[in-house]
């Protein structure tokens, strides 16, 4: 029913909007200085199957667009930036840097206070990690790592037996509660003499 007419004309339509697609190729061919982006509405006449509603060109300064033609408002995407991916050493050192200021109590495992195994455990447990609650236990169990492959929340042992720990902050500083009447602060890995490493995750 009519089948003759809507191909006629399709073919028609076909061909006039092939020829609005070229003139808008050839628009953008026309020049390469301060060319921009501009979207237009296809006529309700061109639009059909396989053919855009909206075409977008670069259409050199100084070049008006053709007559018929309406500018569409390009439409502004937006998109969030993924959130950075965080290590599991880092929210371990996240955690102890959030106690900096803390004062030392000998036995005290946070949130308020710490001793410095107190604050390697509290830590650790923030990113979801149980470890033993001794600075000797602490750097017996895990993995050993050695100085120079040291990783931001590592614990670092130091002094004859591990008798106190701290957890890596990279840049060859540890984050640790010293002891009493101090309190958790940063100081460099080669300030203390280094018994070990050992890293839980």
């Given amino acids: ?16 909007a092939a020829g609005l ?3 808008g190729a050839a628009v953008a061919g026309s020049g390469t200085a301060a060319a921009a982006p501009v ?6 006449e061109f639009q059909l199957p396989g053919v855009p509603a909206q075409v977008t060109v ?3 300064e100084g070049i008006a667009l053709p007559a018929g ?23 371990i050192l996240d955690a102890a840097t959030t106690r900096v200021g803390s004062p030392y109590v000998w ?8 001793d410095c195994s107190g604050l390697t455990s509290w830590a650790y447990q923030q990113a979801g990690i149980s470890i033993p609650r001794t600075s000797q236990a602490q750097i017996g169990g895990g993995t050993q790592v050695s100085k120079a492959d040291l990783q931001p929340g590592d614990i670092v042992a130091f002094y004859s037996g591990a008798s106190h720990v701290g957890i890596y902050a ?22 203390m003499p280094f018994y070990g490493a050992t890293r839980y995750y």
């Avoid at 979207?39 to 309700?44: G, I, L, M, R």
């Avoid at 036995?107 to 710490?114: E, I, K, L, Q, V």
């Avoid at 984050?175 to 009447?181: E, F, K, Q, R, T």
């Fill in 39 to 44: 979207t237009v509405d296809v006529p309700v």
């Fill in 1 to 16: 029913m009519g089948a003759h007419s809507i191909k006629t004309s399709s073919a028609g339509r076909r061909v006039a």
């Fill in 69 to 91: 033609l309406e500018q569409a408002a390009a439409p502004v995407q937006e998109f969030a930036a993924p959130a950075p991916e965080v290590s599991t050493g880092q929210k």
């Fill in 58 to 60: 670069d259409l050199p």
């Fill in 170 to 191: 990279g840049n060859g500083q540890v984050v640790h509660a010293p002891y009493s009447g101090t309190s958790v602060s940063y100081a460099p890995v080669d300030s």
């Fill in 21 to 23: 697609l070229a003139a």
């Fill in 107 to 114: 036995g005290a495992t946070g949130p308020d206070s710490f």
